[in-house]
């Protein structure tokens, strides 16, 4: 065990939990971690798709302080037992998206979102189309369990048109849209609303804020006087001379 894994407070809540079950991948609680700490003990909104036996709800309960606000969303109606101080859960399908429209006007606003859900594709790319403008800018979205992009029974397959991983893939050029040369590429609402995401083993990090167009500047004094058509003449003398010794040949 290594020192973060022995100092993080989620890790340690999962090995001593004696409350309701939970199922996680040992190598998430770095991520949470890292991703979640600044929000500790302040007065956050957080909504977790998948509830199953509710344990997870109790740990982002515990994790995140007593002015915490906790969501759970489960398509089994069972989960609404599982309600209680700081916990409330709402019951649907995250594929549906009015479903997904009408818990936005419920909760209103959120600081994370947890997709921990059924993991299919169109579950995973709906919820997130839904929930990601649920979030507060500075906001934080976090899924799991993406590497059902390549499996089969889920609906994944390895660079597979529809899966979230190739969805991913496709907000890193939103991202860059301010740069594009292409009319097939052009600044929309990821472009403007996505800062930046951070693709784990299996979990995926989207960091929500407002954009805007990135600025380039120059600051100091220039160390050398060649400009731009300078660098230009050098480049083209060295290629002629590169092709010296071929014309001597002839
Ligand atoms: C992996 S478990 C959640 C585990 C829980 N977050 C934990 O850490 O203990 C997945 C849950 O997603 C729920 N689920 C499956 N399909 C769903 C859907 N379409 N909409 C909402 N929840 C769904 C299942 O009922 C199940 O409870």
């Given at each position: 065990m290594d020192h973060r894994t022995a100092t993080n407070p989620l890790e340690q809540y999962f090995s001593a939990n004696r409350g309701r079950a939970m199922f996680k991948w040992r190598h998430y609680f770095d991520i949470y971690h890292r991703h979640f700490e600044t929000y500790r003990g302040r007065r956050v909104t957080v909504v977790e798709f998948?509830?199953?036996?509710?344990g997870s709800l109790q740990m982002w309960k515990s994790y995140f302080g007593p002015e915490a606000r906790v969501y759970g969303v489960d398509?089994?109606?069972?989960?609404?037992?599982?309600?209680e101080d700081r916990i409330e859960i709402f019951i649907g399908d995250q594929g549906d998206r009015s479903f997904l429209r009408q818990l936005r006007e419920r909760i209103g606003e959120a600081d994370i979102v947890i997709d921990d859900g059924g993991h299919r594709m169109g579950q995973q790319i709906a919820t997130f189309e839904e929930m990601f403008p649920l979030l507060v800018p500075g906001g934080t979205y976090l899924i799991e369990d993406v590497h059902t992009s390549y499996w089969r029974q889920f609906g994944g397959g390895y660079e597979k048109e529809g899966t979230f991983v190739e969805y991913v893939k496709r907000l890193i050029d939103q991202i860059h849209a301010w740069h594009s040369e292409s009319r097939d590429l052009e600044v929309d609402y990821y472009t403007r609303h996505l800062k930046g995401m951070h693709v784990y083993g299996s979990v995926v990090v989207f960091d929500k804020a407002e954009v805007s167009e990135p600025v380039h500047q120059r600051t100091g004094q220039?160390?050398?006087?060649?400009g731009r058509r300078l660098l230009r003449r050098a480049r083209r003398r060295s290629s002629l001379l590169s092709r010296l010794p071929a014309l001597r040949h002839r």
């Open positions: 998948g509830v199953a036996q509710g398509v089994d109606a069972r989960c609404k037992t599982l309600t220039r160390s050398f006087k060649r």
